[in-house]
């Protein structure tokens, strides 16, 4: 992008927006982020290593969780499945980022995919709701992602950078915990969201005892398949509505999603002589 460009889109009103959306979120992800600089540290991980996993990876729910697996020596194959479980829920998210952004070039997809996040889902589809693309989305998703981004890379590194003097008696571990739970508790939205995270709870808990922190699987296993079970069962009791078409016209292309999806069903008028 130009640097008349990128200025272009710093000045967007919805590139604002998207700041001020996340500026509430923004001190529990630095909180998280710094604990994740630390642990990676901490776990005997070398500190330019550190730095390129945080950016690299960019991913805290999945860099928390391998740690302790890389720490204890697990198999490389627990480390990899463990990281794709927890981060199964991107699959998800694309899926819907699909219907806002399949138009850009494919280097700006790629784009969107490193830098989205969990919170910036939410903050944007809170905002715009309808799967329908508009020109304010892309400054907005940027201006989310922006400040996301920087609240998790310059915690990040410095916990990286400061680990060897930070002493665990800080209790940052907590905290860590706690800043995450803020954040999980923000995207629970509906019925669904809260009845997966409490069987995924229950799940982790009954598994405690599962080697190399397999319970952890157990439990994004458990999620997944109640949240199915309930997007199945909904879609089978939803009633879908009508939607009146002229003769003559054609039918809109985000209309076709929602037939494809079951939540409408066409009746198109007819025209006698």
Known sequence: MSTRGLGALVRHPAYRQGVLDMFGTSVGVGAWGLVTGVSMVKSGMSVPMAIFMSLAVYAGSA?????????????LWVVWL???????????????????????????????GYFSGDVIFVAFMKRYPQPTPHPEQVPYFWGAASINWLSWQVPS??????????????GLGFAGVLAL?????SML????????????????????????????LVAIAAAVAVGLIIETVDR???KPEVLLVPAESA??????KHVQDGDVVPLREERHP
């Open 189 to 216: 939205f509906d019925r669904a969201t809260w009845l997966a995270t409490g069987v995924a709870m229950t799940a982790a808990i009954a598994a405690f005892a599962l080697p190399l922190k397999l319970n952890i």
């Open 236 to 238: 089978h009791l939803r």
């Open 181 to 185: 739970l803020g954040v999980m508790l």
């Open 82 to 112: 463990t990281a794709s479980c927890v981060n199964l829920r991107f699959v998800i998210f694309s899926s819907l980022w699909r219907s806002y952004f399949a138009h850009l070039p494919l280097r700006r997809r790629l784009a969107v």
């Open 251 to 256: 039918l809109p292309p985000e209309e076709k």
């Open 157 to 170: 590194i410095t916990g990286i950078l400061l680990a060897n003097v930070v002493p665990l008696s800080w």
């Open 63 to 75: 860099q928390l969780t391998v740690i302790p697996l890389m720490a204890v020596g697990a198999p």
